[in-house]
């Protein structure tokens, strides 16, 4: 996943997120939204960072649960 940001002005293009400390300014001035890996899928519009970052938890956790769960399965398959 790609998070990306952007000044809240008209004209500005989205640049990748380099980290919080690194953008000049306070967050709440910019919008953010995050992307697939390959940056063609848009998984969340733009918001605020809390908001674009809580749902990137959401979707790595469901993932990582996901994928975890699917190789118990394969396992339990190939076992019997």
Do not use: A, C
């Not at 809240?8 to 980290?19: I, Q, S």
């Not at 809580?54 to 699917?70: A, D």
């Amino acid at each position: 996943m790609v998070l990306q940001y952007k000044e809240k002005k008209v004209g500005v293009k989205w640049r990748d997120y380099p980290g919080k400390g690194k953008i000049t300014g306070n967050p709440s001035l910019y919008e953010f939204r995050l992307l697939s890996h390959d940056k063609k899928d848009v998984l969340v519009e733009k918001g605020t960072y809390e908001k674009v970052l809580k749902r990137m938890r959401q979707i790595e956790f469901f993932k990582h649960k996901k994928g975890q769960r699917r190789l118990g399965i394969i396992d339990g398959f190939f076992e019997m």
